[in-house]
């Protein structure tokens, strides 16, 4: 093996393939637009975003989420207005997420498991109303439980095998009300696999799994929990006992092989551009269909500094998405979904050239 050559066959530094200076300008591909354009190894299309939305219970209200600028909670009669511009700009899929009212709570979340709970009525709507999308229903406890735990608590402990069973109920509920994507981001043990055959059994076997495998204990979830209405209810607990590590990846690897074993049709890391390194290793080891949730921290960290004038809003918003793709995502959960939309339908690059 020569000096220049990788253990893999490849090279290191200069090489038949790549040339070396003053031959080799790499600049000269970057000096025009079209040029560049032409040379774009990756791109961001309308097609690879899905909408995370935040409905409320009531008529005609909606109402800006504090940590969130930008990030509205609406009505169901608010919200399909805005699923409509969605589905004209091309996106192909949205994520309900439930405001739940204080007295729906409990310690079991049993809100989760109620037909006329909003997720389901929501779904109905959107159904009714003859849209295209995709609609993806979380499936977790956390919205429902007064101590904002994804789980069922008993002493102290988020007990797995009775959570999932209960995870069961709330898949099959959202199915029956037209749900077309099943997405449980619980991280209990063997969920994936009690909910495909719950699914199975109730004749819903058109229905998909989207499972969020690989999901860590982040500190960057906190403007969602606002606006859900869960960070109280939470306090200072936390959810490392069933999330996970944020210094562990080969554990990701296993939670993504077991999930896809159990009948998982597609996976889900999350957060993102913090891990963007898992949505590259899950990417490359198994092959399937790769989501990744740019979170809410994430998306506040951007639309704050641009409201301070620290960044421009849209060049780091295309710019953090592309990076999405370029990991190997195939699809993006973001708020920045319609925003991003607008620019991609008159630019079509995923980046300013």
Not at 289 to 315: C, D, H
């Amino acid at each position: 093996m020569s000096a220049s050559t990788r253990p893999d066959g490849g090279f290191f530094g200069s090489s038949p393939f790549h040339g070396q200076f003053p031959q080799t300008r790499l600049r000269r591909n970057r000096q025009s637009t079209w040029s560049r354009a032409l040379t774009q190894e990756n791109h961001l299309h309308v097609s690879n975003l899905i909408w995370p939305v935040f409905v409320i219970d009531g008529v005609n209200h909606e109402e800006e989420v504090a940590s969130m600028p930008g990030v509205l909670r609406r009505t169901i009669d608010r919200l399909l207005p805005a699923l409509q511009e969605a589905e004209s700009l091309g996106i192909p899929a949205v994520a309900i997420f439930p405001v739940t009212e204080p007295r729906l709570k409990d310690a079991e979340g049993t809100e989760a498991i109620n037909p006329e709970n909003l997720v389901c009525r929501t779904v109905r709507a959107i159904k009714e109303a003859g849209l295209s999308l995709g609609v993806i229903c979380d499936v977790a406890l956390d919205p429902y439980t007064s101590h904002g735990h994804d789980g069922i608590l008993r002493d102290g402990v988020i007990v797995n095998d009775e959570t999932v069973a209960r995870l069961r109920q709330q898949a099959v509920v959202q199915a029956q009300a037209g749900c077309d994507v099943i997405a449980p981001s619980d991280m209990m043990d063997g969920r994936i696999g009690a909910i495909r055959n719950a699914l199975d059994e109730a004749q819903f076997q058109h229905v998909q799994l989207l499972s969020y495998a690989a999901k860590y204990a982040s500190a960057f979830y906190g403007p969602f929990r606002d606006a859900v209405g869960s960070a109280s209810q939470l306090g200072q607990g936390d959810k490392k006992t069933y999330q996970m590590n944020p210094a562990n990846t080969d554990e990701a690897i296993r939670e993504v092989a077991m999930d896809l074993a159990e009948g998982a049709d597609m996976i889900m890391v999350k957060p993102g551009m913090p891990y963007l390194d898992i949505v590259h290793r899950v990417k490359t080891a198994f092959g399937v269909p790769t989501f990744a949730y740019q979170v809410s921290g994430e998306y506040s960290m951007i639309a704050g500094a641009a409201e301070k004038g620290w960044v421009n809003r849209e060049l780091v918003m295309l710019e953090s998405l592309l990076a999405f793709r370029r990991a190997g995502a195939d699809g993006i959960l973001t708020y920045f979904a319609v925003e991003a939309a607008r620019y991609l339908n008159v630019n079509h690059h995923g980046v300013k050239q």
